[in-house]
C-alpha cells in the first residue's frame, strides 16, 4: 500500500533530551512537511522540503531541525531548545507542491514531555 | 500575513439535516483552498478544494462555495450522517511559498 508511515506513535521524552519522529512515504512524491497540532489551534508548519538536500522553515521552526537525505524520508528533530514540545506531530507530502495538490498526512506522532 | 480562521470551535448537526462549515481568511493574493476532515489520533484527509475561477465546487454530499469579496468560503454536507463527525479544517495555498496554512478546525458533532 502507498502511504506515509510515521513513527514511533507515542513518545515520552524527558526534558533536556533530543527525539527523532520519523516520516517515511513511498508514494514518490517530492514534497514532504511536517505540521503540529496543539488543542484549539490550527496546524502550523515547522519545516517543509519540496526536493531532495533542500528544506524551508515554516512559522515555527524554533528548536525542531530537519533532513531531507532521501526522497522518501524527512525525518523531524525536536531539541532541547523547543520549550514546550509536547503536541501531536504530523508529516505530510504532495506531487506538486502544495498550491494546487492536497498533501497525504501520516497518522501523526504524539509526544509528551514528562 | 497570511491568516484563516474557523470562528466555530464546534457545532453540532442533527442528523439528515445540513451542516454548514465557515471559513474566513485575509490574504487574497492566492486563492485556493482545500477542505480537511480529521479524526481524533489520525491525520488529516483531503475532502474537496476551490480555485478563484470558481464560486462553487461540488462532491457528491460535499459542496465548497467561495465568496471572493467577502474573502469567505463555506463546506456544505447534506445531508449530515453519524460518520461526518470530526475536526473540519480549511487551508489555503500560499503563493510563492509552496505551503499551506490552515484555520483552527471545527468539531463538527452530527447526533442521531
Known amino acids: 500500500d502507498g502511504g506515509i508511515t510515521q513513527s514511533p506513535k507515542y513518545l515520552f521524552r524527558k526534558e533536556g533530551q533530543n527525539v527523532t519522529l520519523s516520516c517515511e512515504q513511498n508514494?514518490?512524491?517530492?514534497?514532504m512537511y511536517w505540521y503540529r497540532q496543539d488543542p484549539g489551534q490550527g496546524l502550523r508548519l515547522i519545516y517543509y522540503?519540496?526536493?531532495?538536500?533542500?528544506?524551508q522553515k515554516g512559522d515555527i521552526a524554533e528548536g525542531y531541525s530537519v533532513s531531507r537525505e532521501k526522497k522518501e524520508s524527512f525525518p523531524l528533530t525536536v531539541t532541547s531548545a523547543q520549550k514546550n514540545p509536547t503536541a501531536f506531530y504530523l508529516c505530510?507530502?504532495?506531487?506538486?507542491?502544495?498550491?494546487?495538490?492536497?498533501?497525504?498526512f501520516g497518522e501523526g506522532s504524539r509526544l509528551t514531555v514528562l | 500575513d497570511q491568516q484563516v480562521k474557523q470562528n466555530s470551535p464546534s457545532l453540532s448537526v442533527q442528523e439528515g439535516r445540513i451542516s454548514i462549515l465557515n471559513c474566513d481568511y485575509t490574504?487574497?493574493?492566492?486563492?485556493?483552498f482545500l477542505w480537511y476532515k480529521k479524526y481524533p489520533a489520525e491525520g488529516p484527509t483531503f475532502l474537496i478544494s476551490?480555485?478563484?475561477?470558481?464560486d462553487k465546487n461540488e462532491d457528491g454530499r460535499f459542496t465548497v462555495f467561495l465568496n471572493k469579496s467577502a474573502k469567505h468560503l463555506s463546506l456544505h454536507i447534506v445531508p449530515s450522517q453519524p460518520g461526518d463527525s470530526a475536526v473540519y479544517f480549511c487551508?489555503?495555498?500560499?503563493?510563492?511559498?509552496?505551503?499551506?496554512?490552515f484555520g483552527q478546525g471545527t468539531r463538527l458533532t452530527i447526533n442521531p
Open positions: 505530510a507530502s504532495s506531487l506538486q507542491g502544495a498550491l494546487t495538490g492536497e498533501l497525504f
Open positions: 508514494l514518490n512524491h517530492d514534497a
Open positions: 522540503s519540496q526536493i531532495v538536500n533542500d528544506f
Open positions: 490574504n487574497s493574493m492566492f486563492d485556493y
Open positions: 476551490i480555485s478563484s475561477i470558481k
Open positions: 487551508a489555503q495555498g500560499v503563493q510563492g511559498a509552496q505551503k499551506l496554512v
